[in-house]
């Protein structure tokens, strides 16, 4: 996000509430291209959300508005740029349902307390479906109206090319392609007059004061009931065990015969042919983000994919005859090279610590010594002015101040290329631990925003856990 288009965030923000912006800081970005931000002040905290695909956009926000006064649980809009490419939303935190699921799997495996969030999104399933699914306007959907034929040959085909072909995975393509389209003509023939979130998995459900809300429905579309549920229970990194799965299927069908009747037959039939391109597509995006684009934490969903794909292997029994893919399948499943692509996982720690020269250059409590210390007292102090001497890096005044009125920029391009330097080394190593320091004179402007940017930035960019401490702040995250 440049800074002409931050400023017209804040300027959203300001229109919309008459307040000034004191807190402004940008998220981690995920799968997309988007690009999201919290901003705020003591009164409300919002998200500003940048997207440059306009159809996107339309179909976000007309779905959001939609199903926002049917009373299903999706964030409320409340203003959009003249461009259509910037708009605010109400902050539902930082809490996704993977997040709650992985913390509270370290504490107490596949609880209880897990699987009563997964009830309450079960429940509100059918309704975004049925009743969300009547009189929307399909006409906005992006890229597609429904999951058609179309649709269903993009994401063989994605997956085709962005995993089978960057694995390195054999097959007869003129085979493959006649089984997908045997398959996808059996897909179609399943009942679809139904809202198709598309994206419906854990990291977007967001848990906030014992309610569950629904984000990143964009892609949104006429389609069958079976997707979605399928998306939801073989999420990769979720990793529910099976026989939670099953308990949880059952518990969907239950909650669905309060608004249809259902064939159960007929429903577990299509739901495992669902289920099979859903895990398909979801490798294509491993694939691109992973092989093609170099970015190795979808690498670390492989497994996960793997283990769900030789799971429905064992009892497919589909009424179509896909020798070929099948066969495909099969030979990805028992792939020890992509297992062992897969569990290329990093342990490696980044702890980067704001300090004051004044108390002393940061201890490594990690033991490894080493690491770098980078002295930001070169750069135009916003302390020095009166308005800026109780504020910190984290402060939106203080941000643009050394952004617009300092040489932070070129100071923290050099950092970077740097510690990247590093990075990438001690990943390939599988070293565990690297520390960076930024000091300055009060440890309270110059020091905190390059701690912050350069935490934000190697949190996007590679697959490392990384630790942000402001010493003088008292201030952790």
Known sequence: MNTSEKNEILELFEHQFNETVDTFEMLPQSGSYREYCRLGNKNRTVIGALNSDVKENTAFLSFSNHLY????????????????????????????????????????????????????????????????????????????????????????????????????????????????????????????????????????????????????????????????????????????????????????????????????????????GFVLIRIMQAMGAYGFRGFYEKKEHFLKSIPYALKNLDLLL??????????????????????????????????????????????????????????????CRAINNPGRYEEYKKLSGKDLAVQEFLEQKSEMGLFLDAAKKLVEQSVKVYLERGFSHLTVNFGCTGGQHRSVYSAEKLGEYLQNNYPVNVVLVHREQDSWR
């Open 314 to 375: 064992k009892d497919l029994d589909l009424p179509v005859k896909i020798t070929e893919l099948v066969a495909v399948l099969k030979k990805l499943s028992k792939s020890e090279v992509l297992k062992e692509i897969g569990k290329s996982d990093s342990n490696l720690t980044i702890r980067i610590t704001s300090f004051s020269y004044k108390k002393g250059i940061p201890d490594d409590p990690s033991g490894n010594g080493g690491g770098y210390v980078f002295d």
């Open 69 to 272: 006064h049917l009373g299903i649980k999706v964030p409320k809009i409340y203003t959009v740029s003249s461009d259509l490419k910037k708009y605010l939303l109400e902050d539902l935190g930082d809490t996704t349902l993977f997040a709650f699921l992985s913390k509270t799997r370290e504490e107490e495996g596949f609880s209880e307390n897990i699987i009563a969030e997964y009830k309450k999104v079960l429940t509100a399933l059918p309704k975004i479906q049925i009743i969300g699914g009547k009189d929307i306007d399909y006409s906005v959907c992006y890229p597609r109206e429904a999951f058609d034929k179309q649709s269903m040959m993009w994401d063989l085909n994605y997956f085709k090319y962005y995993f089978l072909k960057l694995a390195k995975i054999s097959f007869d393509e003129q085979a493959l392609e006649d089984d997908f389209q045997q398959f996808s003509n059996y897909l179609l023939s399943a009942s679809s007059n139904f809202f198709l979130y598309r994206d419906f998995q854990s990291r977007n459900v967001m848990l906030k004061d014992g309610e569950v809300y629904f984000i990143d429905y964009q892609g949104g579309r006429r389609g069958a009931l079976q997707y979605d549920l399928a998306s939801l229970l073989y999420d990769g990194k979720a990793d529910i065990p099976e026989s939670v799965r099953q308990d949880l299927f059952h518990f969907y069908l239950n909650e669905l015969k309060k608004y249809m009747k259902v064939d159960e037959e007929r429903f577990t039939a299509y739901f495992k």
